[in-house]
């Protein structure tokens, strides 16, 4: 089976056979990173350019490890270092980019849609590494891939968002894709936090953090994100960890077997307390180590590749 598309820009509107598909992918490359020697011939000859206008080491070093585990020529990008410094627009840069004949063009930028401006101009395939505050697909892709690892199917799981949803592209792209393969999602947060209208993505919402994850499978707490701040939307952070934060005691409280997760980077003492990010419930390392596998996956199947009997071909 192969991924039906030229891009990946975001999880609204994907088909759930396309996100299974990515999976299930996934899963075989995981396999890879298992091996004593992590790396195939795969795509042997192709170019990949991470164009990065946002600071980023996780998703970053990410990328750049699942080309590299495919055995693609990588090249990074930072803002700092590009043109874009000297007044070049960000169109003029890829089509440069383009024209060294490059193959894949993973971008983050702070504006909402950069990366669709230029998927529609670019014959190279474009995956979002995170846009604005709009959609982050392939960390939203990792966290599905997490939590199936876990539960082995999504159907009838509740999986509590817990924090900064209003500046939050991680959490549009888990709702979208948590929505389609078929979880409960419920959005908790101060209403400062939460989207006029957020509740027609099909999501429940809750402003009291002990209501909402009781009787949760998964909660995945949001970084506040102090870069977006401008003092309008909470009076303290200590009040925010007192009334939203993840500590030991609301831990505790969690049914058995019940996932914490976090995208990073970690706010410590903020909205998670470091007991919980870093105890039994937490998996948020086998996040960061489930993203290669889920890259590698997006990159392979854009690239055309398909997927037979859970082998990768």
């Known amino acids: 089976m192969k991924l039906a598309r030229k891009d990946l820009l975001g999880l609204e509107g994907a088909a759930r056979e396309e996100i299974e598909l990515i999976l299930n992918t996934a899963g075989a490359f995981k ?3 298992q091996r ?3 790396k195939v011939p795969t795509l042997r000859g192709k170019t990949a350019v991470n164009l990065f206008f946002e600071a980023s080491t996780r998703t970053r070093v990410s990328f750049e490890l699942a080309e590299k585990r495919l055995s ?5 990008i930072a803002k700092a270092m590009s043109s874009a410094e000297k007044g070049e627009t960000l169109l003029d840069t890829v089509r440069n980019l383009q024209a060294m004949k490059i193959d894949f063009l993973i971008v983050r930028h702070s504006a909402a849609g950069a990366p669709h401006f230029l ?6 395939a474009v995956i ?3 846009d604005g505050a709009h959609e982050h697909p392939t960390q939203g892709l990792l966290d599905l891939f997490t939590v199936r690892e876990r539960f082995g199917s999504f159907e009838g799981l509740r999986v509590v968002i817990v924090g900064d ?3 939050s592209r991680v959490a549009r792209s888990n709702v979208f894709g948590l929505r389609t393969v078929g979880a409960r999602v419920t959005l908790c947060a101060p209403r400062t936090f939460l989207p006029k209208g957020i509740e027609a993505l099909g999501v429940e919402v809750e402003t009291d953090v002990d209501r909402a994850i009781e009787g949760a499978d998964v909660v995945m707490v949001l ?6 701040q401008d003092g309008c939307f909470l009076p303290t952070l200590r009040e925010y960890a007192a009334l939203f934060g993840i500590n030991r005691k609301r831990a505790d409280r969690l049914k058995p077997g019940c996932l914490i997760m976090h995208p990073g980077p970690i706010n410590r003492g903020v909205e ?6 870093d105890g039994p419930r937490s998996v948020i390392l086998d996040q960061v180590t489930n993203g290669v596998a889920v890259r590698m996956a997006v990159i392979y199947l854009l690239s055309g590749g398909e997927v037979e009997h859970g082998v990768v071909g």
């Open 31 to 33: 396999e890879v990173l």
């Open 36 to 38: 004593k020697i992590p």
């Open 72 to 76: 693609a020529d990588s090249v990074s």
């Open 119 to 124: 998927a529609s101009r670019l014959e190279a």
């Open 128 to 130: 979002n590494a995170g």
């Open 165 to 167: 949803v209003l500046h």
């Open 223 to 228: 970084r506040i994100q102090k870069e977006r």
């Open 272 to 277: 998670i307390e470091p007991e919980v990010a």
